[in-house]
């Protein structure tokens, strides 16, 4: 494409504040939202620039026009990676373009007709898997097993991620005052910074307490950082946050000490869609406990339809195996 390179004219004359990128990474709300667009900017740039160093910063988003975006789906389309992976890149791509619009860079219709393309059409089920009962037992578990602040943190954090199928990130951002004892309620923060309420079962809401007399009342962080020493990581007397990356790690320990298969916080919360569904709860209530825009989202995520064509099977009888007879058909 004849798209100008990182280091020419064009790029050098934006300034930081007045580049694209910054303004839509800053325009997103969450930390894993910005890390994850920026993820895919970066690796934009490197396409178009052929430069395996570059980064978003800086390029000349405002000279796109539709040639080079729709060549810039083709080659995301040959990476071999999923439709739904192609897809968030190309929201990224329309949304630093809006940016450079928003900031009289670009005339609208240059960015409409850059910005006019079409998503990738796929029908995937949804990414993981279920997480047994006995697994999240196992788990739980092997918190109790380590009598160390980290392990009644993480008892009360995973009972948490269970018990309300939050995101990791959405679990990482509780603060002690998002939690409502008497209402057995978290007030959790989701994308696009909507607020909900979610509600812990009572061996959830016993687990948080037992965390919360080892934690403290300080304001800050629900779930902070332990060291070694087990001691809350709390400069000035404010616990601080984890990421939701370090959660994620934080299961994946506890898995391997219970001896189970890798899970991820996600299959938490694909298995607790599926459980509230299987209760009989209403799309509707489940689409608002978990956060979802879309109820079809949500939908993505019930089993039903899937039991039942497991049970539809298992109606079929296999023939017995047994050689034909002579002159047989």
């Given at each position: 494409m004849d798209v100008p390179a990182v280091r020419g004219p064009g790029?050098?004359?934006?300034?930081?504040?007045?580049?694209?990128?910054?303004?839509?990474?800053?325009?997103?709300?969450?930390?894993?939202?910005?890390?994850?667009?920026?993820?895919c900017l970066d690796r934009v740039a490197r396409l178009i620039?052929?430069?395996?160093?570059?980064?978003?910063?800086?390029q000349p988003w405002h000279l796109l026009r539709y040639e080079h975006t729709v060549r810039v789906r083709a080659i995301l389309a040959e990476q071999g990676w999923s439709p739904a992976y192609v897809n968030k890149h190309l929201v990224a791509?329309?949304?630093?373009?809006?940016?450079?619009?928003?900031?009289?860079?670009?005339?609208?219709e240059d960015y409409h007709r850059a910005a006019d393309l079409p998503t990738l059409r796929h029908t995937r089920l949804p990414a993981g898997q279920h997480v047994p009962a006995e697994v999240a037992g196992a788990v739980l578990a092997a918190c109790d097993g380590d009598d160390s602040p980290a392990g009644v943190r993480d008892g009360a954090l995973l009972a948490v991620l269970y018990s309300t199928g939050c995101r990791r990130a959405e679990i990482a951002a509780l603060g002690l005052d998002d939690y409502d004892p008497a209402a057995r309620?978290?007030?959790?923060?989701?994308?696009?910074?909507?607020?909900?309420?979610?509600?812990?079962?009572?061996?959830?809401?016993?687990?948080?307490?037992?965390?919360?007399?080892?934690?403290?009342?300080?304001?800050g962080a629900l779930f902070p950082p332990v060291n070694k020493a087990g001691r809350l990581r709390a400069p000035g007397g404010r616990p601080a946050p984890m990421s939701g990356q370090a959660i994620a790690g934080i299961l994946a320990r506890r898995l391997?000490?219970?001896?189970?298969?890798?899970?991820?916080?996600?299959d938490f919360r694909r298995t607790f869609i599926g459980e509230l569904l299987d209760a009989?709860?209403?799309?509707?209530?489940?689409?608002?406990?978990v956060g979802h825009a879309s109820p079809v989202t949500t939908a993505r995520y019930d089993r039903r339809p899937e039991n039942r064509r497991r049970e539809a099977v298992d109606r079929l009888t296999?023939?017995?195996?047994?050689?034909?007879?002579?002159?047989?058909?």
């Open positions: 790029a050098e004359a934006i300034a930081r504040e007045g580049d694209p990128y910054h303004a839509y990474l800053a325009s997103l709300s969450g930390a894993e939202s910005r890390r994850t667009m920026r993820g620039t052929g430069d395996e160093a570059a980064t978003g910063a800086g791509l329309r949304r630093v373009m809006r940016e450079a619009w928003r900031l009289g860079q670009m005339t609208a309620s978290l007030r959790v923060r989701g994308k696009r910074d909507k607020e909900r309420l979610v509600y812990l079962t009572r061996e959830a809401v016993a687990r948080l307490e037992a965390w919360l007399a080892v934690r403290g009342t300080a304001p391997a000490a219970a001896g189970a298969a890798k899970r991820t916080p996600h009989g709860v209403d799309l509707a209530t489940a689409q608002a406990l296999m023939p017995t195996a047994r050689p034909l007879r002579p002159g047989g058909p």
